[in-house]
Every structure is written in C-alpha cells, then in structure tokens.
C-alpha cells in the first residue's frame, strides 16, 4: 500500500514475522528515494504487534545510506552480471559501468539493457557509463573486475604480472577520483591484486578488500550441506589463507546445525581432502565447461557489497592486510575472518588449530614471497619509463 500523509511518501507491507516468541503479524514502514533518500540516507520504520499482547507496541528506526556502486570491468562477464545484481538492493541509488577507453557502445548497449530491466523490476534506479576517470568521482563503493583469464601455458607467476598492470592502472584513478570509497578487488591472483590495489591507490587499509576466500567458502558450506543432508543456512564455515591451493579449511570453526562437526554422527566417513580439492577445483571445473564462472563470483560479489552500504557489521572472510601484531605477519593481503561495515573492512584475530596454524603460515609465505616479486618487477618497470 502507498500514499502520502502530510507531504511524506509512505509505503506500507504487511507480513508475517518471526522470533523467540513465534509468529507474529509485522507492518513496515518506509521512504524510498525522493521522499527523503535526496539527502543521503533513507530512514525506515517498522512496527511490530505481538500475538500474546496486542496492546504491546513498540518500534524501531534504522538508517541506510543511499550509495553510487561502480564496476570497473563491466564490459566482463562478471562485472555485468554483478552489476546487475548489485543493482537489485533499493539502497544503490546509482549504478556506474567502467571499462577502457573504446568500449563505450558496448557501455551504452548494456547500460540500456540493464535500464529495461529496471522498467521490468519496478525499479528506477541511476545508471551512468564511461570510460573517463572523471566517471569514479562521487562512487561510495567501487568493485575491480578487470583483467585477463589464465592461458593453459601460462604461470601463476606471469598472470600475476599481466593483471598487476591493470590493476595498478585502475587502482592509481580510484585513489585520485574516489579516494574515500571503498574499493573490492575481485582481479585474480586475488590476494596478491589486493595488496597492489592497496599499495598503488594510496587508499587507506581498511578501505581496500579483496573477494578472497569468501566464494571458496561458500562452496565449501554447499558441499557440507551436500554431505549431511541439510539446508545450507545451517552449515557455517570458513575458508582462509590464500584463494588457491594454499587455501586452509577452518575446520576447528565448522558447525551444522549449532553442532561443532567433530561432534557429529558420521563425522568419521566425511571426505575432508576430497571436498577441499573440488572446491579448489570449482573454478577450473567451470571454465572448462562453459568458458568462465560467472554466477558464483557475481553474486558472491552482490553480497558483500550490500553488507557494506546497509551497514550489516558481518563477519566474512575476505582478503584484507594483515598487521603483525594481530596475525605474526605484515606486508600482505590474506583472507582472515573480516568485520565487514559502511566504514571499511577490519580483520579478527581467531584462534586456529596447530594445523591450521602452520597451513596458514605456509600460506602467508607463498603470497608474501609473490606479491614481492611482483611490487619488484612494476617498481623497476616504473622507474625505467621515468
């Protein structure tokens, strides 16, 4: 139902709630953009009536920032599918697709093709495309998709150093243009195109993020969900260290259903190995099948980026700079259990298991001893074109 009341917007959904004390009937309350959302936030109030006390009234107010979501790489598969799925949250008030200079038809075709969809939703959400700089300015969150695949001949080593370039690029616009907005770098090798985001940005640490390990984690839950034969929501674990092979299953943190794992009947016939390696394998499984992931990334991406604008103070594990204080080691970006908020990302230290311990030191080392080569290579490439 929507109408106005005293020159304010107003739009109401009746539903059915759920807590403690069971069902309940719900009424919720809010402004959408133009009835408040102008002024950088829309306020949203809802009030709830329990079934046991109907005289029993009681309300509550939380507060969204309005954002511009920027996807560099939208020319990409992923970066238009994320696009299009970020786009869906009512928070992200403009949608900026971003590539390279020359593709601007292609921007403008898929800007008009993602407008027809708003039309379809009921949506009217902003979106603008470029290839200018300029283009970044204003972006509260911008997502790095840009680079080049793997070859079948190619090293880590090499692709590392390809994508480091076009990162860097990007990297270095963003720090200029949109210095206070926080940047998620979804490049592969990821850990190590984070740190060079990081580093060529200029942008403080707690505002470059990288997708990590929180695919690969969720991979991991859909295949104990698999294994025991329940719904996904109730399995919760995690996946750090480096994405890829070095990756290190936290199975000291994994519950189903509340029930640490080790506690659980047929614990003993569970394929740990096996599942570990499909899911570093997924990937590879998909781009040999259809030629690129795209589903999983996109909406892995979508996930975190409505946790940062509505604010949701998750715990996701994404690559972030790790402090030697807290972790023993510095200089590098690793994915580690990560406070997820509108003011930036903040890395938790976690107790892990011996094993667990030396998997993720072994980790550290492999990315630390690359994103060195590779800061190596570009310092002296930079120096040579001065």
């Not at 008030?93 to 020359?102: A, D, S």
């Not at 942008?203 to 993020?209: D, E, G, I, L, W």
């Not at 839950?221 to 994405?243: D, M, P, Y």
């Amino acid at each position: 139902m929507t109408g106005t009341s005293g020159g304010m917007c107003w739009h109401l959904v009746v539903g059915t709630g759920s807590g403690p004390e069971g069902s309940r009937p719900t009424v919720n309350a809010w402004r959408p953009q133009g009835c408040g959302a102008e002024k950088g936030y829309v306020r949203e109030a809802g009030y709830a009536l329990s079934t046991d006390n109907m005289s029993h009234l009681f309300t509550f107010t939380r507060c969204f920032f309005t954002a511009k979501v920027t996807i560099i790489g939208a020319t990409g598969q992923v970066g238009s599918y994320a696009a299009h799925a970020v786009s869906q949250f009512p928070h992200v008030q403009e949608m900026c697709l971003y590539g390279r200079p020359g593709n601007e038809q292609y921007l403008d075709g898929l800007a008009h093709d993602m407008m027809d969809s708003f039309a379809a939703r009921g949506t009217n959400t902003r979106v603008t495309f470029g290839t200018n700089p300029k283009e970044l300015r204003g972006s509260d969150i911008v997502v790095l998709t840009s680079g080049v695949p793997r070859k079948p001949d190619q090293t880590r080593l090499d692709l590392a150093l390809e994508n480091a370039k076009i990162v860097r690029h990007f990297a270095e616009q963003v720090g200029r243009m949109a210095p206070d907005a926080i940047l998620l770098v979804v490049t592969n090798p990821v850990d190590i195109m984070t740190s060079v985001a990081l580093k060529y940005s200029g942008m403080m640490p707690h505002r470059v993020f990288g997708l990590g390990t929180h695919l690969d984690s969720m991979r991991l839950k859909a295949c104990l969900a698999e294994f025991f034969n329940v719904h996904v929501s109730e399995v919760h674990t995690r996946i750090i260290g480096e994405h890829g092979d070095t990756m290190v299953p936290m199975w000291s943190a994994t519950t189903v259903g509340g029930i640490q794992i080790d506690n659980m009947i047929g614990i003993a016939k569970l394929p740990r190995d096996e599942m570990i390696e499909r899911v570093k394998n997924s990937g590879s499984y998909i781009i040999k099948a259809k030629g690129a992931t795209v589903f999983g990334p996109g909406d892995a991406i979508a996930t975190l980026v409505r946790t940062i604008v509505e604010d949701e103070n998750r715990m996701l594990t994404v690559s972030t700079q790790i402090r030697r204080e807290i972790f023993g080691y510095d200089g590098v970006c690793i994915s580690v259990p990560t406070r997820i908020t509108r003011g930036g990302v903040f890395p938790i230290a976690v107790r892990l298991s011996p094993t667990e311990t030396t998997l993720f030191s072994e980790s550290v080392k492999v990315i630390k001893e690359l994103t060195e080569r590779i800061y190596a290579t570009l310092d002296a490439e930079s120096s040579g074109n001065a």
